[in-house]
């Protein structure tokens, strides 16, 4: 006897038809960024402009005879106050962009007229956020590969650690990074409205996760609210891998921290979306605007 397919067999959802989901978005994302020929322009420009405001001050802070450049060495142990700070505002730029694009992912979809749409079919309805980050991903990654660039080429910077654990601390924040993004967007679709609390995140990056000075400064009680911040961690091993000649055995405390907010981030960023997709099932959430 032959084996005949009901309609209902070829609209189950499975494996397969949530990667071409995921790829079609990708896909989708990646075309829409190549429209816009300013987006890539801006990837020249921004990691620039951030750090040089931060470079400038310290240089003024310094004096004239840049005497304040050995209280900063004493301090810091660092010799190349450049790189200290561009790392710093590189990994604020990282989670700040992450908040406004994969955090606003289902926004923007929502304000397309895309969103209800896509969600009322038999689709894995957390690959539209995957898909959105894959697209994202790689423009972040080159956004650090051209901050390393410029900062090379201009003003000299030059890592006397080990690259490939500096890569090896980036690899290990992106669960936490993202992480949070999947939270902030499942917040935005129900809140509709969310920059009030990616201000608040980016604030609390920049006071307490010390982007242009060691953490050791703050009053205790701010550090011990860094340690609870994955981007204290990012900030530190980065630096130590990329200018202290840290060892893998030196960094291990990082790693393991990030990975540990890594998997919080994630599986919190999981839970909110599965919440925000029963809502939206009993209240018609994703179509109000």
């Known amino acids: ?102 955090g606003f992912a289902l926004r923007n979809e929502q304000m397309r007229g895309t969103l209800e749409s896509n969600w ?13 980050t894959g697209p994202q991903i790689i423009t972040m990654t080159t956004f650090i590969l051209i901050t390393a660039v410029e900062f090379g ?17 980036m690899l290990a924040s992106i669960p936490a990074i993202y992480g949070l993004g999947f939270a902030f967007a499942s917040i935005v679709i129900t ?6 609390f990616v201000f608040l995140v980016r604030g ?3 006071i307490f996760c010390g982007i242009t000075f060691p953490v050791s400064l703050l009053p205790g009680w701010m550090q011990s609210i860094a340690e609870w911040m994955p981007q204290t961690y990012m900030i530190h091993g980065m630096r130590s891998a990329a200018f202290a000649n840290a060892s893998f055995a030196d960094l291990l405390p990082d790693l393991k921290a990030l990975l540990l907010f890594g998997a919080f981030w994630l599986t919190l960023g999981y839970l909110l979306f599965n919440w925000m997709e029963r809502r939206a099932r009993q209240t018609g959430a994703i179509g109000q605007y």
């Open 204 to 206: 609390l990056v920049m």
């Open 191 to 196: 809140a509709k409205e969310a920059h009030t």
């Open 153 to 169: 080429l201009i003003f000299g910077v030059r890592l006397n650690g080990n690259p490939w654990l500096a890569l090896l601390i």
């Open 120 to 132: 009322l079919s038999p689709t894995w309805r957390f690959s539209y956020l995957l898909g959105h």
């Open 1 to 102: 006897m032959e084996a005949t397919l009901s309609p209902q067999s070829l609209g189950k959802p499975g494996l397969a038809s949530d990667l071409r989901a995921f790829w079609a978005i990708v896909n989708r994302e990646w075309t829409i960024f190549k429209r816009y020929p300013s987006w890539i322009i801006a990837l020249l420009i921004w990691p620039l402009i951030f750090p040089m405001m931060y470079i400038l001050t310290a240089r003024a802070l310094s004096g004239v005879d840049g005497s304040g450049m050995t209280v900063f060495t004493q301090t810091t142990g660092a010799t190349n106050y450049i790189g200290y700070i561009v790392i710093g505002t590189t990994v604020w730029m990282w989670q700040n962009i992450v908040l406004w694009d994969v």
